[in-house]
């Protein structure tokens, strides 16, 4: 099969295992992928599984004698097309700082990719998230021609849709993680779009993600959120749905599983909430350890809310994983989230923002162990059958080779 290129913001990226257990999934399948990262990501904490594809990718800085001679073929072969190109970009991103700096910043870049696909014979190239990089590989389709899509998954279409609509006409179809998704793309782009988009759920490897345990009754009731510390997490009001709990005689035990620009915040919340004692930070985790957390969990939360900035979820993967593992959940009634918790079945949802509900889930689910076991068994059936790793990435390999006549 041709190979197939992935563009995306940076790599590797702690947070992004959807993006990774893609590309594995993809060459399981028999799916050559190449890998062309916009940024090397340098985070401290890297997935053992990502740091074997990092040698693979196809980094390439901003400025290099490479990336001048791609200008310079360009230019000389497709003159017209470049300098459309080019303005295409800039005109579609002026205005806003982040689009139009990125602009500047990854054209050179991209035309570089663009040059290096067509010496490898990359058959398609397809973009994870709908924002920058869906930005370069439509720079790549304009200078070559060769077919591309790109996923939608959350913030990247919720803050800020600059280029949306020539993004979807260019390509050749767009996948999004929801129908929630799908219908702001719509909404955005004109009806005439919709046969464009396909609804294809990212999906969590249900073989190595375990099911139910026999019995957690006699535990400590814990509650687990894995989760970047940013304001769409929603854990401050986790953290205040917790104090509920601790002012009424609940006992539980509460881990946060991350990192990110709010921990000083966050930790100031526990600290003048006296909770100290009951919510345990454990810092930015590789995923074998993440599963661990998992395992010992009795509940899984999510708090998510809309950001100030706009920015929403998608359908979190954390929440895949842990309805995978037998774990009921407790997540906000927002955004796909309702595709995937069948409220009162496999989890229970609350108004995002509402910390007096959230905590009534909690202690709902701390009292009654039977319902416990029982949304955590719906919630491994759920995901079997709709969350599936596998099927999920043999409908985009199909997609890839298919395109939109799929």
Known sequence: MPAVAYIMSRFPKLTETFVLDEILEMERLGVHIEIYPLLHGRER?????????VGRARYQPFLSIGVIAAQWHFIRRRPRVYLKTLAEVLRGT????????????????????????QDRDISHV???????????ALIVHRLTGIPFSFTARGS?????????????EAAAF??????????VIVQECGVHARDKIHVVYGGVDIDRLQGPREDRTGEPFTILCVARFEEVKGHACLVEACRLLRDRGVRFECHLVGDGPLRKRLMR?????????????HGACPYSDVLKQLSRASVAVLATVPAANGKREGIPNVLKEAMACGLPVV???????????????????????????LADALQRLHDDPA????????????????????????????LFTTGAAC
């Open 331 to 357: 997540a906000s009634h927002i955004s796909g989230i309702p595709e995937l918790v069948e409220d009162g079945r496999s989890g229970l949802l609350v108004p995002p923002g509402d910390a007096a509900a």
């Open 126 to 136: 397809h973009a994870q998230f709908a924002n920058h990089p869906a930005v370069a």
């Open 156 to 168: 990247d279409i919720h803050v800020n849709r600059r280029m949306l609509d020539a993004k979807v």
């Open 45 to 53: 904490v890297v997935h053992a599984e990502a740091r074997n594809l």
């Open 371 to 398: 319902l416990r076991r029982t949304m955590g068994c719906a919630g491994r059936e759920r995901i079997v059958g709709k969350f599936d790793l596998r099927a999920s990435t043999r409908r985009r390999a199909e």
């Open 174 to 183: 767009a996948i999004t993680v929801s129908s929630f998704n799908k219908d």
């Open 94 to 117: 002026f205005g806003n700082a982040n689009f139009f700096v990125g602009a500047l910043g990854i054209f050179p870049k991209a035309v570089r990719f663009a040059r290096d696909m």
């Open 269 to 281: 919340q526990i600290a003048g909430a006296g909770l100290g004692n009951r919510i345990v930070l």
